[in-house]
């Protein structure tokens, strides 16, 4: 099969097909006074993702200011690079993001007709271990490594016949769907915990419910008990009565156990917080205790609720569902282990609400790396409600967080499959049909 692969360049490929690769718009073009509220969105390095863009605090612009900009709209099957920093991230646009804007720090291939080269191939193509290198390799600048459209341009690409390619490109992305509908599932599981906990620890609804003479909405008799039907006055507001408010040290113990010089295992599967988004762990390192940086010691349980200290806005958090032997996390984030597993989902969600978020992210300082003491994280305040209650809630919750757990373990199996097959299935090392019947065995 691969005598009928041909050598070219991206370059190439996007002339002979009327695409181009283009910068996306200057910072005279772009001034921080035209990002808005609500707009059209504009794609950043920051935006992209595995594969794909997220929209997490994208920024956006007027239609106006779009019209102004429109040769740098996104079409479908463009690809989004980033053009500083980490030269190696790039995102095929999907029908989501068809009319946003390529941003500025980002570069545009469009592909074109693709009469010979398929986008999403390329794209595939684009995420080798070989290529990054390449880009890696070829970038210019020292201490910021950056691309242009000519070293872009420059991409060496080897092309299987577009038949094949298109194929290639349907088993990649049958295991990318399934990927993305597992943890588009995780995020439905965890809104539904975090609705009941507003609802019951943050709204108070049972409670106001059982004041006006009303049966709370959803609740069986049993669960209704478990709550108060009156008020008391705090320092801090309206709290139920028999309930106080205090903070997450109550119920957890901060950064419990670290691994030292004397006590260490040999190999460690390490979490960072580059790596940690909105509780998706992207990927664990196994690293020897000698190779594994200074920052390598937090340990790691089952029910565990992470928080990153440094850029509190990242969102570098995740509730740790599964006990992976030396689990270990950076000394960056900050270590809550709740002081029985009936409070860890009450723990996690407390200290991952969007205020609390936002609060961290406010008092941070710091400079270019703003940050918060492990301890301000231990201290938020939260509302402390009856035994009862918490171990209801768990008893709730624990099997949605177990089903996030499973699906993100099952994530992990299938991107691993995904990148081990790309290099295999682009080179010719594995045969379609052979690729299939793998990708068709994992799905089942």
Aim: with cysteine.
């Amino acid at each position: 099969m691969s005598s009928e692969w041909i050598l070219t360049t991206l370059g190439e490929i996007c002339s002979k097909q009327r695409g181009a690769i283009q910068t996306g718009p200057f910072g005279s073009q772009l001034h921080n006074s035209d990002y808005k509220e609500v707009g059209i969105p504009v794609v950043m390095p920051t935006n992209i993702g595995d594969g794909g863009i997220a929209t997490d605090g994208i920024a956006r612009i007027d239609q106006s200011d779009a019209e102004r900009l429109q040769q740098h709209k996104l079409q479908l099957d463009d690809i989004v690079f980033s053009r500083r920093g980490d030269v190696t991230k790039n995102a095929l646009i999907s029908s989501e993001e068809v009319g946003w804007l390529c941003g500025t720090g980002c570069l545009k291939v469009r592909l074109g007709e693709q009469t010979m080269a398929n986008a999403t191939f390329i794209s595939y193509y684009l995420r080798l271990p070989e290529t990054k290198e390449w880009l890696v390799r070829h970038a210019v600048g020292a201490t910021m490594p950056n691309l242009n459209t000519g070293i872009l341009s420059s991409v060496p690409i080897r092309l299987p016949p577009l038949e094949s390619q298109f194929e290639i490109a349907a088993i990649l992305g049958t295991l990318d769907d399934r990927i993305t509908l597992l943890r588009e599932t995780n995020k439905t599981l965890e809104s539904i915990a975090q609705a009941i906990f507003k609802s019951w620890f943050v709204d108070f609804d049972p409670v106001r419910a059982k004041m006006e003479g009303r049966q709370p909405e959803g609740m069986d008799e049993e669960t209704a008990v478990l709550f108060p039907d009156s008020f008391k006055e705090s320092d801090f507001g309206l709290v139920p009565n028999n309930w106080h408010w205090g903070t997450l040290d109550d119920l957890c113990t901060l950064n419990p156990e670290s691994w030292t010089a004397k006590k260490h295992p040999d190999t460690l599967n390490y979490v960072d917080l580059s790596n940690t988004k909105e509780n998706i762990i992207s990927g664990v390192s196994v690293l020897s205790f000698e190779a594994a940086p200074s920052r390598a010691r937090r340990v790691l349980r089952t029910g565990d609720s992470i928080v990153g200290t440094v850029r509190p806005g990242n969102k570098s958090y995740a509730f740790i569902g599964c006990n992976l032997e030396n689990l270990t996390g950076s000394t960056g984030f900050a270590v809550l282990r709740p002081k029985t597993l009936e409070l860890a989902e009450f723990i996690y969600i407390s200290v991952t609400r969007e205020p609390i978020i936002e609060h961290l992210t406010h008092i941070a300082d710091g400079g270019a790396y703003p940050a918060v003491r492990p301890e301000v994280v231990a201290k938020v305040k939260t509302v402390l409600p009856s035994d009862n209650a918490l171990k209801k809630f768990h008893q709730i919750v624990s099997p949605l967080f177990e089903s996030v757990a499973n699906n993100q373990s099952r994530v992990e199996v299938l991107t691993s499959m995904r990148d081990a097959l790309i290099p295999r299935l682009i080179s010719g090392q594995i045969r379609i049909p052979e690729a299939q019947e793998q990708v068709e065995n994992a799905l089942q």
